[in-house]
């Protein structure tokens, strides 16, 4: 890449290329940072491109339904924790967008089939409250929270059926297997079956028969500690 970066947004693009944007940038120190590039895998090279407003690591970004991506939240100033922006492919430009209620940082967000983008959980104070963006006006709205105590280090995935599965991560009394779906059409969250084994910061990919498939993460130690661990396991809606 043209810049040394982790904890980064990284977006398929609608003409196949892959947007990476913030995260901590290495120069001496490690900082968050707003500058971002685009991977094009017809060349296999890399070109910045526009920087965001805020300096960010640790957020949530998808594509949005117009071609356009929202990255939101991350860990930097408070201002960017509750900020959220666009990026528009064709000018290669951000313009800053509604922002959430409160920061969150370590989030997770997907696309859902109506257009709107729901975050769920996180670091900071907003770990609790879910909101979700609407396109149409640029701002947030509140949904129901699916689980107490708030949680990061998981995952959101939109399936097949409309529906978003948030699977497993961290919370104050340690590394969760609970999974839970969420229904926009009702706002509303179900139980939904335990992950085999408990984990955060795991992976979790949509697969082209529905499934879903969770690998790798942490594992909890009996004496408190974390080791990462190779195993995974599916999800069959």
């Not at 948030?166 to 059409?185: C, E």
């Not at 084994?197 to 990919?205: G, I, W």
Request: hydrophobic share 35%.
């Amino acid at each position: 890449m043209t810049t040394p970066r982790g904890n980064h947004t990284a977006t398929l693009l609608k003409d196949g290329t892959v947007l990476v944007a913030g995260g901590l940038c290495s120069s001496g120190f490690i900082y968050p940072d707003n500058s971002a590039e685009l991977y094009d895998p017809s060349t296999g090279t890399w070109k910045a491109t526009g920087s965001m407003t805020y300096a960010r690591a640790s957020a949530g970004a998808t594509l949005l339904q117009s071609g356009e991506v929202l990255v939101a939240g991350g860990n930097g100033t408070a201002a960017a924790g509750r900020s959220a922006e666009l990026y528009n492919p064709s000018k290669g430009q951000w313009k800053v967008t509604g922002s959430m209620n409160t920061p969150r940082g370590t989030l997770q967000m997907t696309l859902l089939a109506n257009g709107m983008a729901p975050v769920l959980g996180g670091s900071g104070l907003a770990s609790y409250a879910s909101q979700s963006y609407l396109p149409t006006n640029g701002t947030w709205n509140s949904i129901q929270y699916y689980v107490s105590p708030p949680r990061w280090g998981h995952t959101l995935t939109f399936l097949d059926t409309g529906k978003a599965l948030a699977a497993g991560g961290n919370t104050k009394y340690g590394i969760t297997s609970l999974a839970r779906l969420y229904d926009p059409s009702t706002n509303s969250w179900s139980n939904n079956s335990m992950m085999t084994t408990p984990r955060q910061y795991h992976t979790a990919t949509l697969l082209p028969n529905g499934q879903v498939l969770v690998a790798g993460g942490q594992v909890l130690n009996s004496d408190g500690t974390s080791t990462d661990f190779a195993s995974a396991e599916l999800y069959t809606p």
